[in-house]
T-cell receptor, first 114, second 109 residues
């Protein structure tokens, strides 16, 4: 069974440009989470989807970030326009359903904004 | 002060040593995760605990809910165990994880 995949693995863009990150969860996992680690800080929660609905987006830093999960399968996270402080590693995770089940993590996308 | 604190931040040990990494948290939790991140790699979930103790191979994780403390132990450590070990907690019914800063472990041959 394929794990959580993320694309691209690395992205280098200039300040002001737009970047779209993609996450493909494990097939059948209704729950999808986005996290990020910015330089020198702890990993922070961004948001949580249940199927196509945003269950919790309290961690989204500002309105330059837009996450979607149309159809309840893969998710995209768009940063527009990107700022220097957006540089970091963006992780996606998925889990099967409600309850105390494990979240399975993708390899992350390393974003560098110059 | 972060709600999840790990110690030590960095740990270097010789192959074969018994390793302990600690995690303390200040919020009520419904679950605690121990995760591993290899250099340049993604994150792998090692354990999810809500009480007691779990063992997988040479890894043992314990949690004391009353003391709000968890430990990750590695027996007979090996250089391939070198990684960053991260503690993260799920608070109440909220699904988001609150993360510790991680412990960077280096095992020398």
């Amino acid at each position: 069974e394929a794990g959580v995949t993320q694309f691209p693995s690395h992205s280098v863009i200039e300040k002001g440009q737009t970047v779209t990150l993609r996450c493909d969860p494990i097939s059948g996992h209704d729950n999808l989470y986005w996290y990020r680690r910015v330089m020198g800080k702890e990993i922070k929660f961004l948001l949580h989807f249940v199927k196509e609905s945003k269950q919790d987006e309290s961690g989204m830093p500002n309105n330059r970030f837009l996450a979607e999960r149309t159809g309840g399968t893969y998710s995209t996270l768009k940063v527009q326009p990107a700022e220097l402080e957006d540089s970091g590693v963006y992780f996606c995770a998925s889990s099967l359903g409600t309850g105390l089940e494990t979240q399975y993590f993708g390899p992350g996308t390393r974003l560098l904004v110059l | 002060k972060n709600e999840v604190e790990q110690s030590p931040q960095n740990l270097t040990a010789q192959e074969g040593e018994f390793i302990t990494i600690n995690c303390s948290y200040s919020v009520g939790i419904s679950a605690l995760h121990w995760l591993q991140q290899h250099p340049g790699g993604g994150i792998v979930s090692l354990f999810m605990l809500s009480s007691g103790k779990k063992k997988h191979g040479r890894l043992i994780a314990t949690i004391n809910i009353q003391e709000k403390h968890s430990s990750l132990h590695i027996t007979a450590s090996h250089p391939r165990d070198s990684a960053v070990y991260i503690c993260a907690v799920r608070s109440g019914s909220n699904y988001q994880l609150i993360w510790g800063a991680g412990t960077k472990l280096i095992i020398k041959p």
